[in-house]
């Protein structure tokens, strides 16, 4: 069965740090591009990072600085490194692979004092 099972989110104050991790079954991450993605509420998905086949990484200007997706082929995982959060980080985030377009059920980031 093809599956993307994200994780790690929840409840963290502005400037905190959260992983989120990916988990990936019946998709070999050595071959597929895999990438993040958000939606806010009451707002259209946003790409945001993907890493390649190739371990070629693109991402959003506006989070390059702060986000950073790697992955782990020996747990078939990809992660997504956040830092220095801010409010209008809150949304719920998803992982995807791209040739078949495949998305998991997303986790849900809120950012709060």
């Known amino acids: 069965q093809v599956q993307l099972v994200e994780s790690g989110g929840g409840l963290v104050q502005p400037g905190g740090s959260l992983r989120l991790s990916c988990a990936a079954s019946g998709i070999i991450l050595r071959t597929a591009t895999m990438g993040w993605f958000r939606q806010a509420p009451g707002k259209d998905r946003e790409w945001l990072t993907t890493?390649?086949?190739?371990?070629?990484?693109d991402s959003l200007d506006s989070v390059k600085d702060r986000f950073t997706i790697s992955r782990d082929f020996a747990k078939n995982s990809v992660y997504l490194q956040m830092n220095s959060l801010k409010p209008e980080d809150t949304a719920v985030y998803y992982c995807k692979e791209f040739s078949r377009g495949i998305w998991g059920q997303g986790t849900l980031v809120t950012v709060s004092s």
């Open positions: 890493i390649t086949d190739g371990g070629t990484i």
